[in-house]
């Protein structure tokens, strides 16, 4: 599965960005989707998960209530919409996928998903 993360840029604090990625490489599309964050000199983090099948969205107590993540199964795509935008947002948002449909427990982990896309970065100024 190959990943293709695109929608990052630079916007002022209490705008609103839309991230997606694509995945191809197989008929049908991955399972489990995730979006993570890296700002500079800090660790990767978890910021939303979702299933193909649908049910809970688990997200990032940071980001809750000003993020969704959804799907669009047709197209094998995924996004993440991100409104009222703070500057400790800034980071490289990578999008993540597994073949298998994770429990709520397991799809904050950066260790259950193989594949990666590459990265798109999110500045967001005061």
């Known amino acids: 599965v190959q990943l293709q993360a695109s929608g990052g840029g630079s916007v002022q604090a209490g705008g609103s960005l839309r991230l997606s990625c694509a995945a191809s490489?197989?008929?049908?599309?991955?399972?489990?989707m995730a979006w993570f964050r890296q700002a500079p000199g800090k660790e990767r983090e978890f910021v939303a998960a979702?299933?193909?099948?649908?049910?809970?969205?688990p997200y990032a107590d940071s980001v809750k209530g000003r993020f969704t993540i959804s799907r669009d199964n047709a197209k094998n795509t995924f996004y993440l919409q991100m409104n009222s935008l703070k500057p400790e947002d800034t980071a490289v948002y990578y999008c993540?996928?597994?073949?298998?449909?994770?429990?709520?427990?397991?799809?904050?982990?950066?260790?259950?998903?193989?594949?990666w896309g590459q990265g798109t970065l999110v500045t967001v100024s005061s």
């Open positions: 490489g197989r008929t049908s599309g991955p399972s489990t």
């Open positions: 993540a996928a597994a073949d298998a449909a994770h429990i709520i427990s397991s799809m904050r982990s950066s260790t259950r998903y193989p594949y």
């Open positions: 979702i299933r193909r099948s649908g049910g809970s969205t």
